[in-house]
């Protein structure tokens, strides 16, 4: 659909003609037959392009019927684009590189640029973006001259599943240059359909006239065949990041195992907060208001119950972190993390005993005991 302009839309006119004037079959001057216009967001604001087209005017010439258009006007934006290509390079930059949302990126092209897109034209402009990112990356030319360099070639395969039920993503990505050679969606990881993405990075290695050093994947058992069978002879290696997932396995398994047992010791956090709580609310309202909690230890707790909320705060946070891989496994840093909280109670019980702490606190201790 055409874009609407606002009728208060000020453009900057811009006029362009055909360079190469001359006719390539009669060698006759061509003349300007007609004007195309076009309106554009540029990151300069929004564009009059005027083009003017032209043909050979010598009714007997055979290309006499063909129109031709300026040459500058494919370097603005492709046909039917209503955003220029620094906008739509500035757009693919924001959302690749930086990682911005389209909401973002619609949000700073209204404020900054005045260019006023909804969500599903970004996501259009972004899709248009990736492909022609996907053009240039397999553009032999440029292929060419990256590996022009290079002595040999090492490939690596895998198959990526974006969400769980989807298609998976099998990627070929070339290692020495850390670029990715075919990507294709495939429902089924059989040897033929592998072997289609295998067959076309072999072409690609040819038409590069660079021998394959090396394989390295997963090794589940349509890469293994389909390597054997179209890289004879060629090393196929088991890909270090999945060998070391699959030795962290026993570890990972350990360290949960210890994860289990740390939580079934450390409890009684509720009854603390519990108890704290109906000391605050006791302080404000009447003693009466609260007559679950035992009195005895409400007037011990009451200088500095928010502690001993923070404590538990800051406990609960540690046994409910689960972040960490095999290097850094979660129980791991569950243990670190309770030998630190254990650590600062008894400084504090330690202090308050020596007398440098006016205000005591039951909650601590309550904590330090409850674990
Ligand atoms: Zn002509």
């Known amino acids: 659909m055409p874009y609407c302009w606002p009728d208060d839309t000020v453009f900057t006119r811009l006029e362009l003609s055909v360079e190469d004037r001359r006719c390539h079959t009669c060698g006759g001057l061509l003349t300007v037959c007609d004007h195309r216009h076009r309106r554009l967001f540029t990151l300069t604001g929004p564009v009059h392009v005027v083009c003017k087209l032209a043909h050979c005017p010598d009714r007997t010439c055979p290309t006499h019927t063909q129109t031709h258009?300026?040459?500058?006007?494919?370097?603005?934006?492709?046909?039917?684009?209503?955003?220029?290509w620094d906008v739509v390079c500035w757009l693919g930059h924001r959302r690749f590189a930086r990682h911005w949302s389209v909401g973002q990126i619609r949000a700073e092209l209204a404020d900054t640029y005045r260019i006023p897109v909804s969500d599903d034209a970004i996501e259009r402009s972004i899709r248009r973006y990736q492909q022609m990112v996907a053009a240039r990356q397999h553009d032999p030319s440029r292929l060419a001259a990256a590996y022009a360099d290079v002595e040999a070639v090492m490939l690596?395969?895998?198959?990526?599943?974006?969400?769980?039920?989807?298609?998976?993503?099998?990627?070929?990505?070339?290692?020495t240059q850390k670029r990715v050679w075919c990507a294709e969606a495939l429902v089924s990881s059989t040897t033929e359909e592998v072997q289609r993405l295998l067959t076309q990075a072999r072409e690609w290695a040819e038409r590069l006239e660079k021998p394959v050093r090396l394989w390295m994947s997963d090794k589940q058992a349509a890469f293994v065949r389909g390597i054997a069978t179209t890289f004879p002879g060629v090393p196929h290696r088991y890909?270090?990041?999945h060998f070391l997932r699959d030795v962290a396995k026993p570890v990972l398994a350990?360290?949960?195992?210890?994860?289990?047992?740390?939580?079934?010791?450390?409890?009684?956090?509720?009854?603390?907060?519990?108890?704290?709580?109906?000391?605050?609310?006791?302080?404000?309202?009447a003693p009466e208001a609260?007559?679950?909690?035992?009195?005895?230890?409400?007037?011990?707790?009451?200088?500095?119950?928010?502690?001993?909320?923070?404590?538990?705060a800051a406990v609960r946070g540690i046994l409910n972190d689960d972040h960490?891989?095999?290097?850094?496994p979660p129980g791991l840093r569950m243990a670190e993390a309770l030998g630190e909280v254990q650590a600062s109670l008894q400084r504090n019980l330690a202090a308050q005993k020596g007398g440098l702490r006016t205000t005591?606190?039951?909650?601590e201790r309550a904590t330090l005991t409850g674990g």
């Not at 258009?69 to 220029?84: H, I």
């Not at 409890?267 to 109906?278: D, H, M, T, Y």
């Not at 005591?360 to 909650?363: D, E, I, N, T």
């Open 69 to 84: 258009s300026p040459e500058a006007e494919m370097a603005l934006a492709m046909p039917w684009w209503v955003l220029g």
């Open 156 to 175: 690596s395969i895998d198959g990526l599943q974006p969400e769980k039920g989807h298609e998976t993503l099998y990627v070929v990505r070339e290692l």
């Open 239 to 241: 890909c270090a990041n």
């Open 254 to 285: 350990a360290d949960s195992h210890a994860k289990v047992q740390m939580r079934r010791k450390v409890r009684g956090l509720r009854s603390i907060e519990r108890e704290v709580g109906a000391t605050q609310r006791l302080a404000v309202l």
């Open 290 to 312: 609260d007559e679950t909690a035992p009195v005895d230890s409400l007037q011990a707790a009451a200088p500095s119950p928010n502690v001993a909320l923070d404590y538990c």
């Open 324 to 328: 960490g891989g095999p290097l850094h």
């Open 360 to 363: 005591s606190s039951r909650g």
